[in-house]
C-alpha cells in the first residue's frame, strides 16, 4: 500500500493494542454490500455533524475564503472550486474510510462543488458507492502532482509523506500554493518528528512550506481517535507573499 503513495498513520507505541485494532479494522473486516455500505457512510455523517466538533468544522471552513483573500490577488477567484481526495480508504471494509468519506461529503456540499477520489485499493463496491454520492473516481494514479487551476481543496486523509511533498513540489510557486488548501496530516507536526536531516532529503517541500500555512485542526468530530487524528486544514497564509524570488528556484522533482 505503501509503495503507491498511501499508508495509514499508525499509533505510537504507548497506544500498541489500539493500532493492531486499527489494522484490523482496515484489512481484516468483511466486505460490505453498496447498501450496507452506503448506510453506514451516513450515520458516520450524522455523527459527525451532530458532534462536539462540528461548530468548530463549520466555523473553519467557512473562514477559508477570508484567509484566502489575504494572499490571492484581486483577480483571482478565492471561491473553493473543487476537491481532489487521495488515499480516501476502502469504503466497504473499514469504518476509519467510512468516516472520512463522510468528512469528503460535509466538504463537498459546503461547499458545492465537483469532487474527485482516487485510491489504488478500492473495490467495485467502493466505486459504485462513489458514484452514488455523485463522486468521480479517478483512473490513474497521480502521486499527488496535480497542478492546481483554480482554488482547489486537497482531502489527503492519513497519506504518506511524499503525497504531500509531491503535491507541494507540483504547485511551487507562490501564485499557485496560495491556491491550495490541503486537508490532512499536520505540516507543524511532521517538521516537529522527523529529524531535519531526513526532512532535507527527503521531505524537502514540507519543510519549506510548514510556515506558509495556517492550520485549523479538526477536533472532537468523532469518538474514536484514531480518525481524525492529527487531521488539519491548512490554508495559505500570508507568508507565501514573503518568500524571496529565491527561494521559489530550489524545487528539483522529488524521488519517491
Not at 461548530?55 to 484567509?67: P, V
Not at 452514488?132 to 497542478?147: A, M, Q, S, T, Y
Not at 488539519?232 to 507568508?239: R, S
Request: proline letters at 5%.
Amino acid at each position: 500500500m505503501e509503495s503507491e503513495g498511501f499508508q495509514l498513520v499508525k499509533k505510537k507505541k504507548a497506544a500498541r493494542p489500539r493500532s493492531k485494532q486499527v489494522i484490523q479494522d482496515v484489512v481484516y473486516s468483511p466486505q460490505h454490500s453498496k447498501s450496507e455500505c452506503l448506510d453506514k457512510i451516513q450515520l458516520a455523517r450524522q455523527i459527525i455533524e451532530t458532534s462536539e466538533g462540528h461548530s468548530s468544522l463549520k466555523k473553519n471552513l467557512d473562514s477559508i475564503e477570508k484567509e484566502l483573500n489575504t494572499v490571492l490577488t484581486p483577480h483571482q477567484n478565492i471561491k473553493v472550486s473543487g476537491i481532489v481526495c487521495y488515499g480516501l480508504g476502502q469504503l466497504s471494509s473499514s469504518r476509519i474510510a467510512r468516516y472520512q468519506g463522510a468528512l469528503l461529503l460535509i466538504l463537498k456540499d459546503h461547499f458545492q462543488v465537483p469532487a474527485e477520489v482516487y485510491d489504488p485499493i478500492f473495490s467495485a463496491v467502493d466505486v459504485e458507492v462513489l458514484e452514488v454520492f455523485d463522486i468521480k473516481v479517478l483512473n490513474r494514479n497521480e502521486e499527488g502532482k496535480r497542478k492546481v487551476v483554480e482554488t482547489t481543496l486537497f482531502f489527503l486523509p492519513h497519506c504518506g509523506k511524499e503525497l504531500y511533498n509531491n503535491l507541494l513540489w507540483t504547485n511551487w510557486n507562490p501564485s499557485l500554493l496560495s491556491r491550495c488548501v490541503i486537508v490532512g496530516n499536520s505540516f507543524s507536526t511532521i517538521v516537529q518528528n522527523v529529524p531535519t536531516r531526513t526532512l532535507k532529503e527527503h521531505y524537502m517541500f514540507i519543510y519549506q512550506a510548514q510556515d506558509m500555512f495556517k492550520e485549523l485542526p479538526l477536533t472532537s468530530l468523532v469518538d474514536y481517535d484514531d480518525v481524525f487524528n492529527d487531521v488539519n486544514i491548512h490554508v495559505p497564509c500570508h507568508n507565501i507573499l514573503n518568500k524571496s524570488p529565491e527561494f521559489w528556484l530550489e524545487n528539483k522533482e522529488p524521488k519517491v
